[in-house]
Nanobody, 118 residues
Framework: QVQLMESGGGLVQAGGSLRLSCAASGAISSIRDMGWSRQAPGKERELVAEITSDGSADYAESVKDRFTISRDNTKNTVHLEMNNLKPEDTAVYYC????????????WGRGTQVTVSS
């Protein structure tokens, strides 16, 4: 099994920046794609960014040009650099990993809260 631990959330003013980190442990050799999802109160979970094992990234339209996902396969970490944050970015952010050949995320962290004040 893969365990994922997020860090780096917090409270920031609109226009500010935060960097989220996620450390993977356990069966790390099974990890393929990784990503970040978020869930705001009363809303469904939304995939905001994902990255393949060779570094190809994709983003939700709502965060494109503001968020950057990166990963360090030597350290088993994935990061989400968030710039120009908006109040609507307020959510719990979850790290995720694909661990089978099926392209769905099967491992999830517990989440870290990001709150953006206006």
């Amino acid at each position: 099994q893969v365990q994922l631990m997020e860090s780096g959330g917090g409270l920031v003013q609109a226009g500010g920046s935060l960097r989220l980190s996620c450390a993977a442990s356990g069966a790390i050799s099974s990890i393929r794609d990784m990503g970040w999802s978020r869930q705001a109160p009363g809303k469904e979970r939304e995939l905001v960014a994902e990255i393949t094992s060779d570094g190809s990234a994709d983003y939700a339209e709502s965060v494109k040009d503001r968020f950057t996902i990166s990963r360090d396969n030597t350290k088993n970490t994935v990061h989400l650099e968030m710039n120009n944050l908006k109040p609507e970015d307020t959510a719990v952010y979850y790290c995720a990993a694909q661990t089978t050949i099926v392209r769905i995320f099967t491992a999830w962290g517990r989440g870290t809260q990001v709150t953006v004040s206006s």
